[in-house]
């Protein structure tokens, strides 16, 4: 993934149970076009990791922007390898 993105989308899915957190992520990708990048805070712990996991069972590049004791935030790329 490039370095200076333009984020297309973006979803704050803090506080949304499993696997609801995992799902809105698939929606919003399977509307983005090729190329275009999706934004994600979630919280820490089950949600991180089901939808990273999920997400790059799918095919999609997941990469963390940030992370401190309650959230992340991800940026996925829409383009399946």
């Known amino acids: 993934m490039e370095k200076n993105v333009l984020i ?14 995992f799902v809105k992520c698939c929606l919003v990708l399977e509307n983005l076009s090729s190329n275009q990048f999706l934004q994600v805070d979630l919280d820490i712990g089950e949600a991180e990791i089901s939808v990273m996991d999920g997400l790059k ?12 004791s309650k959230k992340v935030t991800l940026l996925i790329s829409s383009e399946e390898k």
């Open 8 to 21: 297309d989308h973006y979803l704050n899915l803090c506080g949304v149970t499993c696997p609801f957190n």
């Open 57 to 68: 069972e799918k095919g999609y590049q997941v990469k963390i922007l940030n992370k401190d």
